[in-house]
């Protein structure tokens, strides 16, 4: 489901964003060499390993720059609903 941002820094652009998808990839490393050992899909790592909990997309504002979480740029939209 599409969401309408508004950049927090500028307060102007709604438009112009660069979305950066976040996938996380699961690791097991070897601690001298950091290596990777084993590559894990999110539903075979053990209960011991935290699963991902970050944001799955950062933003990055076409007109001013700022980069940070999608939920960011979503609540300032939410926040600041456009004039009719
Ligand atoms: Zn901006």
Redesign the pocket.
């Known amino acids: 489901m599409a969401t309408p941002y508004l950049?927090?820094?500028?307060?102007?652009?709604r438009t112009k964003f660069a979305v950066i998808e976040q996938v996380p990839q699961y690791v097991k490393l070897d601690p001298d060499t950091g290596n990777t050992v084993e590559l894990l899909d999110a539903a075979s790592i053990d209960p011991l390993h935290i699963p991902y909990k970050g944001s799955l997309r950062r933003v990055q504002?076409?007109?001013?720059?700022?980069l940070d979480d999608e939920q960011t740029f979503a609540a300032t939209a939410r926040n600041h609903p456009r004039g009719r």
Do not use: F, Q
Request: with cysteine; hydrophobic share 25%; aromatic share 0%.
């Open positions: 950049c927090p820094a500028c307060r102007t652009n504002c076409g007109v001013c720059g700022l």
